[in-house]
């Protein structure tokens, strides 16, 4: 499903390149559950925004379902994103203007789909997060763990083919976090492809293969 070749990340001033990722080479296939670990500053997060195509490799390639993403348009990886992935932020992301319903629905209204669906949807998803008595509020009107769980019901409402997460419990209680975890874990079981940034050891093991960076390098990959 993922392809990377030698990319690389950097940024350039005048007088210098300075890599935030240098040579990743890594390949993840459709129905895999990755943890990437790393020591704060290793890169983690641009290489998850990298895969979500949020932002673009420097250099090297990166292939997409067979596509050469490296080669797109803005406007073409920003349409591949939204019809294939989920992206679940550490720190929620949630538009506070918008209510939980309205939140949930956005990615929706991103890729067109008619008003009936869009409630269909939007309702199967606040019944399945046992939210439904939320729906009028604001972000600023729930918990944390309240507002991961919408953040989540946001990235899984386009059922997208990969969820990509960056430390999505790191804000959260413990057992929020399991709650969480598990329900990653139950998605993973039924067939989404998953990549998440994880501090955690315990979070990890709820995946099946690890991923450790160290500036900006992989250094170890394996079950
Ligand atoms: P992690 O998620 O592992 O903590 P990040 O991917 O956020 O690491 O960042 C890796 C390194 O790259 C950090 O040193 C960070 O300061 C730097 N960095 C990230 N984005 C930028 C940017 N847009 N401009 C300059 N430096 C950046
Ligand atoms: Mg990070």
């Known amino acids: 499903m993922i392809t990377l070749k030698n990319a690389d990340k950097y940024i350039e001033s005048r007088f210098r390149r ?30 998850l925004n ?23 348009s803005e406007r073409k ?4 994103h939204k019809e294939y992935i989920g992206f679940v932020f550490q720190a929620y992301h949630l538009i ?3 209510t939980v319903y309205e939140n949930i629905e956005t990615p929706l209204l991103y890729r067109g789909v008619k008003s009936k669906e869009r409630q269909s949807l939007v309702a199967e998803m606040l019944d399945k997060f046992q939210m439904v008595a939320k729906k009028d509020l604001f972000p600023d009107q729930l918990s944390g763990g309240q ?22 419990t790191g804000n959260l209680h413990s057992e929020q976090g399991e709650e969480i975890m598990n329900l990653f874990k ?9 990549i998440q940034v994880t501090h955690s050891e315990k979070n990890a093991e709820y995946g099946s293969r690890i991923v450790r960076l160290e500036d900006g390098a992989i250094v170890s990959d394996g079950k």
Do not use: C, W
């Open 77 to 80: 990886t920003s349409n591949l």
């Open 50 to 72: 990298i895969i979500g195509m949020l932002d673009k490799a420097s250099a090297g390639e990166y292939y997409f379902l067979d596509e050469p993403v490296h080669k797109f």
């Open 186 to 194: 139950k998605l993973n079981d039924e067939g989404m492809t998953i």
């Open 96 to 98: 506070d203007e918008l």
């Open 147 to 168: 507002q991961q769980l919408v953040g989540v019901a946001r990235a899984l409402i386009g059922k997208p083919k990969l969820l990509l997460a960056d430390e999505p």
């Open 18 to 47: 300075t890599f935030i990722l240098k040579g990743i080479d890594l390949v993840v296939k459709e129905g895999e559950f990755v943890s990437i670990m790393g020591p704060s500053g290793s890169g983690k997060s641009t290489l």
